[in-house]
């Protein structure tokens, strides 16, 4: 062999072991940030015009730039939204990577896709939307909920009354902040219904006959929340459905960080509803174990988004060929070169089955009740409401929002835990309280417990 085939053999294999050593160890420590002039100052220059090698590169990137990053899988890491995907995925997703695959259209990519839409099936069967309906997987749940805010938006627009209004959505404050990043991006005004806690469906149709005529007329979409970021709650997704549907209102859920209870039987009818939605967001790589990046967009009719969404291009037109007649992930939403990334989820589901799935989740909905009670018990704590999904909010009593930020940054610090304050609005008045997310099958009580003694 050639020194440089040597070499090249040689790297393969250390990266190898790096992904197994990774895979394997239950005990990586919780990283922690570094400024840029601090890694700048470890590292030095990296790009260079004749490179520095890649064990060097590999080296620097073991030795200070990985212990940069929060490893978001680690038991204790409870803050935002954590994550934690299967072996299988993250396996799969370097052969995702090692097979080099265009994932936009069937053509280039019949065997990715067919996988994908193998794993979307089971996902969109959670959801009990009726026969037609489908999904394509997303860079997350941002992109989903573009996706389908841009489909009902192009919906809208061909009723034979629109008259170039700007469109208007309406949804709680209790949703996400993409819903209203992602209504910038489409110049669409978004109304706020002032409720973090569970939206029902008098709200809305309150709330809808309170616009002027003008506002009914922008009036165009209702994105309800399928477990809010924040502290789980799922709105009345019925109610919130019966008045879309007199309304002739395109209904949204978006259930980016929730839609993986959807498998749980303990709580799936809290999603009584969902069935009805015009277009529902699923993030697995939230609550279904895949590695970043994997979000997905389910439509009721996916010719819609078809519609909305297929790129036209003179480029493009031999994908529409026959022979590549199949189904073209990017038709359904906003990008078109695309990582097959639901091959990961596909593979850890073909391995595992699905009832390992539903067990996994109904792991982290015991934890929270395992840390609500807890709370209950440890007198220098209290619940701030009941643990909803996977979120519990509680505050340590006396505690103002510094020592919140100081006890976060403490155990961050020590590599112990990784545990972030949210807000919680009661009446008027915000007060800045703890919360855990569960996500991770392999946190334990005593995690729960020591993260708890932290506070005292
Ligand atoms: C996380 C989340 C999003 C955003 O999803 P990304 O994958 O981070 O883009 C949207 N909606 C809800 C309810 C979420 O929890």
Known sequence: MHKADIALVEMTMDIMKYAIDRLSSTKHKIGKPKSEEELKALVGETITEKGIGGE?????????????????????????????????????????????????????????????????????????????????????GTAANLSAMVTAREHWRENATFNNEKGLIITSIGAHSSIKAMAKVIDVDVLLIDTEDKLKGIDLQNTINTLSPQQRKRLFAVVATGGTTNAGIIDDLDGIAEVCNSEHLWFHVDAAYGGGALAADSVRHLFNGIEKADSITIDPHKWLFSPYDCGSVIYKNPE??????????SYLDIFKDEGAHGFNPSDYQIQLTRRVRGLPLWFSLAMHGTKRYKQA?????????????????????????EPSLSCVLYRRIGWKPDDYTHWTYENHKKGFALVAPTKWKTGNTFETVSRFCFINPDTTKKDIQLILDSMR
């Open 56 to 140: 060097v590169a590999f080296n620097l990137w073991k030795k200070h730039l990985m212990k940069a990053n929060v490893p978001i899988d680690h038991p204790r890491h409870l803050a935002f939204v954590p994550a934690s995907p299967t072996r299988a995925a993250i396996m799969f997703d370097l052969v995702t990577s090692a097979s080099s695959i265009h994932g936009a259209y069937w053509m280039e990519g019949a065997g990715g896709i067919f996988c994908e839409n193998e794993a979307m099936k089971w996902i969109v069967s959670l959801t009990g939307l009726p026969k037609g309906a489908f999904g394509v997987f997303t860079s997350g």
């Open 304 to 313: 819609l988004a078809k519609k909305a969404h297929a790129q036209e291009g």
């Open 361 to 385: 989740v109904e792991r982290g909905l015991k934890l929270a009740k395992v840390a609500g009670k807890l709370i209950e018990e440890n007198p220098h704590v209290e619940l701030v409401r």
